[in-house]
C-alpha cells in the first residue's frame, strides 16, 4: 500500500492513478491540507489528472536508489536548497532573540522526541532498532551523567545563558504550530508504522548533519566558525548546545536511516515511508517558523 | 466604504489571491469584493492581513495590495491614495498573522 501525505488514506502501491483522483477530488473540495501539500511537494498550477497522476510518479521514484537517498534528496530541497529555509538563514550568525526562540519552542520539541521514539520502541521487535532508540533517547534526553549532558539539558542551559530562567522557559506554552506539529508526530508514532516512525523523527536530524552538503545543500545549519574557541558572537553554553547536535545528528541520522533502508525494504514499505517523510518534513518546516516568530515575540532589546 | 472601483487587492489576477495557486476552488469576500482562493485558509490569511495593515497603518482603506513570496515570508506592498507600505508577513497554518515586520521605505 501507499498512502495520501495529507490524509494517510491508503491507495494499492505503485499505482498513482488512484493517489492523483483522490488529490484532485480533494483540490476541487477545496481541502486546506491536500491544496498546500500539493502546492509545496508537487505544484502551484493546476494540471489534469492525467498529468498529476505522472507527477506523483516522478515525485516519488526512488530511481532503484535506497529510500533514504531520496529522503535526503527532498530534504536539502525543502531546507537547503535555493530557497533555505529562513529559521536556516537566521541560525548562520545566530541573534538572541532567534536562540531564544529555539530554546522556548525546541523543549516542547523534545519532549515529543522522547514520546515518538518510544513508540517506536514498543512496536519494534528488532533489537538494532531498540538499541538504536535507547541510545538516541539517553543522548536527546536522559543524558550519559555530569560529564555527557543531554541535549535537552544542553538546550535549557543555552536559554539560561542568555538571559532567561529556566522557570520561564519550561512554563512557556508551545506556539500554535508547534503545537500542531507535536500533535502530527504524535498521531505518526500512534497509527503509522515504527518504521514510518523512524523516518518521520530521525529524518529531521538531518536538519544539523554535516554531510548534506555532499547532497546538494547550499549551507549548514549554522555557520562552523560560529564554535570556534576564538568566536565571541555566542556564548558558551550555545556553543555547547549547537556543538553537541552538529557532532551527533551526522551519525544519528546515518544510523537511522540505514535502519530504515533496511526495513522498509524487509516489509515493503518504502511508499508509506516516503509519503509519512513528506508530512514530516511540513510539519518540521511549519514548527521551525514557529521558533523565529517565538523570538519575535520576545520582549527584548535589539 | 472599502469596496468599490478602486479596490485591488491583488496585482496577481490568476490563481489564488494570497499565494497565487490555481488548485481549489474557493471564493471568499474580502471587504466587500469576492475573490478566488485556492482554500479557506488563505481567505482567512488575507482578512487578517488587510485588518493587521489598517491597524498598523491607521489607513481606512486600502486601494492596491500586492502579495508576493512564500509561506516561508510573503512581501506585501499596500497603497492607499499616495501613501505606501511594505511588510514582510508570515501566517501561522491555521491562517493567523504570525510575524509582520514594517520594511523600509
Known amino acids: 500500500m501507499t498512502k495520501c501525505s495529507a490524509c494517510s488514506s491508503k491507495f494499492p502501491r505503485g499505482d498513482y492513478a488512484p493517489l492523483a483522483t483522490h488529490y484532485y477530488i480533494q483540490s476541487e473540495q477545496s481541502d486546506p491540507a491536500h491544496v498546500m501539500w500539493l502546492n509545496r511537494f508537487v505544484t502551484n498550477q493546476k494540471m489534469s489528472q492525467q498529468d498529476l497522476e505522472r507527477a506523483l510518479h516522478r515525485l516519488f521514484d526512488l530511481k532503484d536508489k535506497p529510500v533514504s537517498d531520496w529522503m535526503r534528496k527532498k530534504f536539502v530541497e525543502r531546507f537547503f536548497g535555493v530557497r533555505p529555509h529562513p529559521f536556516v538563514l537566521a541560525l548562520q550568525h545566530p541573534s538572541k532573540r532567534t536562540l531564544l526562540g529555539y530554546v522556548i519552542e525546541h523543549q516542547h520539541f523534545l519532549r515529543q522526541w522522547v514520546r515518538s521514539c518510544s513508540y517506536i520502541m514498543a512496536k519494534t521487535d528488532k533489537t538494532d532498532a531498540t538499541l538504536y532508540e535507547l541510545d538516541n533517547i539517553n543522548t536527546e534526553f536522559g543524558g550519559f551523567g555530569p560529564d555527557k549532558l543531554s541535549h535537552y539539558e544542553l538546550l535549557l542551559r543555552m536559554g539560561e545563558s542568555l538571559g532567561m530562567d529556566r522557570q520561564e522557559i519550561l512554563s512557556t506554552t508551545p506556539l500554535p504550530d508547534t503545537e500542531k506539529a507535536i500533535d502530527g508526530w504524535d498521531d505518526i508514532a500512534k497509527k503509522s508504522h515504527w518504521v514510518e516512525t523512524m523516518a518521520a523523527m530521525h529524518g529531521l536530524e538531518l536538519i544539523a548533519d554535516r554531510t548534506l552538503v555532499d547532497s546538494g545543500a547550499t549551507l549548514h545549519y549554522f555557520e562552523p566558525s560560529i564554535l570556534d574557541k576564538s568566536n565571541n558572537e555566542v556564548t558558551e553554553a550555545t556553543k555547547n548546545f549547537l556543538r553537541e547536535g552538529y557532532e551527533a545528528d551526522a551519525g544519528h541520522s546515518k544510523e537511522a536511516l540505514d535502519l530504515v533502508d533496511k526495513y522498509s525494504a524487509e516489509y515493503s514499505l518504502a511508499e508509506d515511508v516516503q509519503a509519512t517523510f513528506l508530512s514530516s518534513i511540513d510539519l518540521f518546516y511549519s514548527y521551525l517558523m514557529a521558533r523565529l516568530a517565538r523570538g519575535e515575540k520576545l520582549d527584548l532589546e535589539d | ?105
Request: hydrophobic share 35%.
Open chain 2, 1 to 105: 466604504m472599502l469596496a468599490g472601483k478602486n479596490w485591488i487587492l491583488k496585482t496577481n489576477f490568476q490563481g489564488c489571491a494570497v499565494c497565487g495557486s490555481t488548485w481549489g476552488n474557493y471564493w471568499g469576500e474580502i471587504e466587500g469584493e469576492r475573490m478566488f482562493f485556492c482554500c479557506k485558509i488563505c481567505h482567512l490569511e488575507l482578512h487578517n492581513l488587510v485588518l493587521k495593515i489598517k491597524q498598523s497603518t491607521g489607513w481606512e482603506k486600502i486601494d492596491e495590495l500586492n502579495i508576493e513570496g512564500s509561506y516561508a515570508g510573503r512581501n506585501c506592498l499596500a497603497r492607499a491614495g499616495e501613501k505606501s507600505a511594505s511588510f514582510l508577513v508570515t501566517f501561522d497554518s491555521l491562517g493567523e498573522v504570525q510575524t509582520f515586520n514594517k520594511l523600509p521605505k
